[in-house]
């Protein structure tokens, strides 16, 4: 799968809960897993038994001001909201972090402000830290589509993955090296016309 997307939670109430989420995360293939204004317990570890921080980096971020992302890393914020986005109808970026708020509350506004894209998953009232974070990662891996499609009864035959077709080479560095030795033209052009 192309892309990449890390997951972290803002403060933290239930370190337990962040370690589960953790875990998961190692298991759907995070990049990175971060906190933001947290506090981070030694209970963290007890339930992240895969022991993620040492398998995948682990960023802590002392405030929203030192929140850090790579270059084209969309942030994407969780949370009940009525101007958030339904899960099911989202497009995930190649490139994302996930943030959720923790247990005992939700995103501060300031986080919120920092966000490219705010998603919802559609239930009656909030659900569990680690739980609402893996139905999001469970949501990303099933919209890369590298799964054949349901049947249409259950039980049915699953459909087999169509084989990837690949198109034309794109000639990226060669059509930059001409656009840069293109301008260099026009730019000694213009030298010489005002020689003269």
Do not use: W
């Not at 995070?30 to 992240?48: G, M, N, Y």
């Not at 405030?63 to 992302?69: G, H, K, M, Q």
């Not at 840069?180 to 730019?187: E, P, S, T, V, Y």
């Amino acid at each position: 799968m192309r892309g990449y997307f890390g997951i972290g939670v803002e403060g933290l109430s239930k370190p337990m809960n962040a370690g589960n989420l953790f875990r998961s995360a190692h298991a759907f293939g995070a990049s990175f897993v971060f906190t933001v204004a947290a506090a981070c317990s030694p209970e963290i570890r007890k339930s992240d038994t895969s022991d993620t921080a040492a398998q995948v980096p682990f960023y802590r971020f002392d405030s929203v001001a030192s929140l850090r992302l790579p270059d084209g890393c969309a942030l994407v914020g969780v949370e009940l909201r009525d101007d958030a986005v339904d899960l099911p109808s989202f497009r995930h970026p190649r490139r994302a972090a996930y943030v959720l708020g923790m247990e005992r509350g939700s995103l501060s506004p300031t986080l919120i402000d920092c966000c490219d894209h705010l998603i919802k998953i559609p239930t009656r009232f909030s659900l569990n830290l680690a739980a609402a974070g893996a139905i999001v990662m469970y949501d990303r891996l099933l919209s890369a589509g590298r799964f054949g499609a349901r049947p249409v009864v259950p039980g049915g035959p699953v459909e087999a993955i169509p084989p990837h077709a690949f198109g034309q080479p794109v000639l990226r560095r060669k059509a930059g090296r001409e656009t840069r030795g293109a301008r260099a033209h026009a730019r000694r052009t213009e030298d010489q016309d005002t020689i003269r």
